[in-house]
C-alpha cells in the first residue's frame, strides 16, 4: 500500500507541472482524474489485493497556484462515510471493487447516485454533501484542491504557461 501512495504522489508531481497554470478547480481534477486513471492501469496489477489491511496515507502537493491533498484509503470490511460535505473540489477514483456514492443536488435536494467501477473516477464540487458506501477490499484515492488564486487575472505576467 505505501509502494502504491509514493507511485501515486509521484505521478501526480510529474503530471502537474504539464498543465496549463491558469486550469484549475474542477477542469483541472477533470483532466487529472484521466492522467492518474492511465498511470494507474499500469501500476496495480503488480499489487496483491487479497491481504488489504484498513489503512490511510495523507500527503500533499503544493505550487504557487494550488494546494492538492492526497488521501489513499484501503478497506479490509464494508464501510460508508454517512453526508459529510465536500470542504473543496474533490476527485475520487475508484482503484479496485465497486464503490457507491450519493451526492445531495443544492435545489432539488434529490440524491444523485454513481456507481464507480474499477478505474473510474468522479469530480464532485465543494460545498455538496456526500455519502459513499465503500465495498469490502476496496482502495480508494481522493484528491481535494484547494486553489490559492481566485482571480487568474492576478497572476505574474512573467509566468511561462505550458
Known amino acids: 500500500m505505501k509502494n502504491l501512495s509514493e ?3 509521484i505521478s501526480i508531481k510529474e503530471e502537474l507541472p504539464l498543465i496549463n497554470s491558469k486550469i484549475n478547480g474542477l477542469s483541472l481534477l477533470e483532466i487529472l482524474k484521466y492522467r492518474i486513471i492511465d498511470r494507474l492501469r499500469e501500476i496495480v496489477p503488480s499489487i496483491s489485493v487479497n491481504s488489504i489491511e484498513n489503512s490511510k496515507t495523507e ?5 504557487e497556484t494550488r494546494k492538492i491533498n492526497i488521501k489513499l484509503q484501503s478497506f479490509n470490511s464494508s464501510s460508508f462515510d454517512l453526508n459529510s460535505k465536500i470542504n473543496y473540489d474533490m476527485l475520487f477514483i475508484c482503484i479496485n471493487q465497486f464503490t457507491n456514492i450519493s451526492v445531495e443536488d443544492f435545489e432539488s435536494k434529490k440524491n444523485f447516485i454513481f456507481k464507480c ?3 473510474t473516477g468522479i469530480v464532485i464540487s465543494k460545498g455538496l454533501n456526500c455519502t459513499r458506501d465503500y465495498k469490502k477490499n476496496s482502495i480508494v484515492l481522493e484528491l481535494s484542491l484547494e486553489d490559492k488564486t ?13
Open 7 to 9: 507511485q501515486i504522489d
Open 59 to 63: 500527503t500533499n502537493f503544493e505550487d
Open 117 to 119: 467501477i474499477p478505474m
Open 150 to 162: 481566485n482571480d487568474i487575472e492576478k497572476l505574474p505576467e512573467n509566468t511561462i504557461y505550458t
